[in-house]
């Protein structure tokens, strides 16, 4: 890998790690700032994945044609404003459940803006045979991350509180900023076509394949069901099973470690048994493990060491599915579709996250969080079986297939 690329996975590692301190500071915020119950974290998930409802589709018709790093940098710059704005508010004793909510929906959709424009800026920034590799190097980053993040945030609230700890993902998201500004390398100029394609030519492209069909339909559920999980989990550890968040956090970091071992065994396993069986292979772990969270006994820290254990080893699946589900993508998709291809996935997979965390809030209010997290884990093995198709299990190489 080259320079450029090397700053600019630099600054994509760092923006990571501020990504997953944010993701259990903000709720943790809520939850110990505001004394927010289920119903407030819910409302946060909610607000952070609601622009992935639709905006997804609307962003890749729009950037398909257009250079992406210039929004990228600026999609950067409008995350660190507004997650800085919650340990001010905060210090002039502003900090309110609905500025939570707001910043909440506001970064979320910065996310999708930027996200759908890195998915296709990447093979264009480095060259196709380089791009599994290149994959696998961004998400073991992302991976490890996870185990830094969640840890590095239970510490920061413990020591500083929720509130100031954002300024850590404040500063990140500026850090990514930097790292696309300082490549060298002119971007490549947008794929040219003849043709107009319509604002549902992504939706057509995951139609006509098989693979990017049962892909899309798993992602879908599984993500829903993570949701009614993750908002309850929280509640469930720090509030009910007497962990502290500093201790929640580190049980989180379990699942990013075992993340990034599956990163780095993902390709591996792809040329041993072909990208399909790798996938399928990837999923018993992903999908089947967090069914062991509602089950799990204890109290303190004996609880937190057998959640992340759990955590752990739903990781190693996690991340090995995520280098091969990008991969896929990425060369199963004609280029000049790619931005649209990828909005019209996240529509599908993301959208579904609001609802979700929507749905968590309310069975953890009915049914307890015990049972709402149940519900969530079983929804996530449920996941795993739209990729059971033969398609899916026969698949060797994205790259036979395409052509």
Not at 185 to 192: I, L, Q
């Amino acid at each position: 890998m080259d320079s450029d690329f090397k700053r600019f996975w630099a600054g994509q590692t760092v923006s990571a790690v501020g990504t997953h301190v944010t993701a259990v500071a903000l709720p943790l915020t809520a939850a110990l700032t505001l004394d927010a119950g289920a119903a407030g974290v819910s409302a946060i998930a909610t607000a952070t994945y609601l622009p992935s409802a639709a905006l997804p589709l609307l962003a890749g018709h729009w950037l398909e044609g257009r250079r992406k790093r210039g929004v990228m940098i600026a999609a950067d710059v409008i995350r660190a404003a507004a997650v800085a704005a919650i340990p001010a508010a905060w210090a002039f004793g502003h900090l309110t459940l609905p500025l939570l909510v707001a910043v909440a929906f506001l970064v979320g959709a910065a996310s999708v803006v930027f996200d759908i424009a890195s998915f296709a800026y990447l093979p264009d920034f480095v060259p196709e045979a380089e791009l599994p590799s290149a994959n696998r190097a961004l998400q073991g980053s992302s991976t490890a991350a996870q185990v830094g993040g969640p840890g590095l945030a239970g510490l920061l609230v413990q020591l500083l509180g929720p509130a100031v700890a954002l300024l850590v993902d404040a500063l990140s998201y500026l850090t990514s900023a930097l790292g696309i500004r300082s490549a060298r390398r002119p971007e490549a100029a947008p794929h040219a076509t003849d043709d107009r394609p319509g604002l549902w030519e992504g939706v057509r492209q995951i139609k006509v394949s098989p693979f990017l069909r049962s892909l899309t339909a798993h992602a879908a559920l599984f993500n829903a069901s993570a949701q009614i999980m993750v908002v309850n989990l929280v509640v469930l550890a720090v509030k009910e099973r007497g962990l502290s968040a500093g201790g929640y956090g580190i049980a989180l970091s379990a699942g990013g470690a075992g993340a990034f071992a599956g990163a780095m065994i993902g390709l591996r396993l792809a040329k041993r048994l072909g990208y399909g069986r790798a996938f399928l292979a990837s999923m018993v772990l992903s999908t089947g493990v967090p069914l062991l969270t509602a089950l799990l006994p204890g109290r303190g820290v004996r609880y937190g060491v057998l959640l992340g254990l759990v955590q752990f080893a739903g990781g190693i699946g996690l991340g090995s599915a995520n280098v091969l589900s990008v991969t896929i993508r990425q060369l199963l998709i004609p280029r000049a579709s790619l931005a649209r291809s990828n909005g019209a996935y996240r529509t599908f997979t993301y959208g579904v996250l609001p609802i979700g965390a929507a749905l968590g809030g309310v069975l953890g209010s009915a049914f307890g969080t015990t049972a709402a997290v149940a519900i969530g884990t079983i929804g996530m093995a449920l996941s795993a079986l739209p990729m059971f198709v033969r398609e899916v299990r026969t698949l060797e190489t994205p790259v036979t297939t395409a052509a």
